[in-house]
């Protein structure tokens, strides 16, 4: 069995640039992954703000409901 040189040499490079490839491919997934959880994060983080935002205004609006009808239902027992 004779073993061809240049055979070998191609099968070699042509493996070696497969997982060249796939080892490029797959850091550049993980720096996009990484970018994505950062900015989620970062999203998270202000919709939380804005919630709490929106939660203390609306307790603000139910306390002057509550005093407007208060003083409404005082005046009708007058």
Known sequence: MEVNGEFIITLVVTVGAIAGLLWRLETRISGVETRLETRISGVEMRLGERISEV??????IEGLLEGYFMQASKKDTE
Do not use: A, G, L, Y
């Open 55 to 60: 939660s203390d205004r609306v307790s603000r």
